[in-house]
T-cell receptor
Framework: KNEVEQSPQNLTAQEGEFITINCSYSVGISALHWLQQHPGGGIVSLFMLSSGKKKHGRLIATINIQEKHSSLHITASHPRDSAVYICAVEDFFYGGSQGNLIFGKGTKLSVKP | NAGVTQTPKFQVLKTGQSMTLQCAQDMNHEYMSWYRQDPGMGLRLIHYSVGAGITDQGEVPNGYNVSRSTTEDFPLRLLSAAPSQTSVYFC???????????FGSGTRLTVV
């Protein structure tokens, strides 16, 4: 069983639609990250969260620690949002050492004009 | 402020050859890590370091060596390349325990 599951795997939307990408995990975590990978391959960090909700522009990320679930929402989607969105959980760190990331397989989003 | 710099961007190797993938960051991040990305799979951790002189294995360390002599540099060495190491490699750094990750632009490696 994969430790980090994302759904859907692929998503096609029309410009302007509200988009939701889901992430479920099965391990204890210290934080959850949402990343964006552009068609050119570069990876950008969008959010790091350990509780509640964060918002940046048209992107909103939420996490429910009890249910081990996170969602990434995109409001008023635009073709430039087309990318692969990756959920990654950070396991607990001990003695001050950094937790390591465990990645989902990603959700490929395509927004049509 | 360059962030995380990875070189080269592309490389073709013959089976058995060795090479080093370079990774450098100028943000004074303690944590650095190497990942490989293969089709249909999530990124997987190869090796990581929590500071100069400290390295440890990740999920898929076989066939790779690392060292961390300075805070800035974290090279990944392939001692004897195999076709199974054909992949896209990413280096990343982070502020220990509290920050998001900064990724390099990736290295596309093909072993023939």
């Amino acid at each position: 069983k994969n430790e980090v599951e994302q759904s859907p795997q692929n998503l096609t939307a029309q410009e302007g639609e509200f988009i939701t990408i889901n992430c479920s995990y099965s391990v204890g975590i210290s934080a959850l990250h949402w990343l964006q990978q552009h068609p050119g391959g570069g990876i950008v960090s969008l959010f790091m969260l350990s509780s509640g909700k964060k918002k940046h522009g048209r992107l909103i990320a939420t996490i429910n620690i009890q249910e081990k679930h996170s969602s990434l929402h995109i409001t008023a989607s635009h073709p430039r949002d087309s990318a692969v969105y990756i959920c990654a959980v950070e396991d607990f760190f001990y003695g001050g050492s950094q937790g390591n990331l465990i990645f989902g397989k990603g959700t490929k989003l395509s927004v049509k004009p | 402020n360059a962030g995380v710099t990875q070189t080269p961007k592309f490389q073709v190797l013959k089976t058995g050859q060795s090479m080093t993938l370079q990774c450098a960051q100028d943000m004074n991040h303690e944590y650095m890590s190497w990942y490989r990305q293969d089709p249909g799979m999530g990124l997987r951790l190869i090796h990581y370091s929590v500071g100069a002189g400290i390295t440890d294995q990740g999920e898929v360390p076989n066939g790779y060596n690392v060292s961390r002599s300075t805070t800035e540099d974290f090279p990944l060495r392939l001692l004897s390349a195999a076709p199974s190491q054909t992949s896209v490699y990413f280096c990343a750094s982070s502020i220990q325990g509290i920050g998001g990750y900064t990724f390099g632009s990736g290295t596309r490696l093909t072993v023939v």
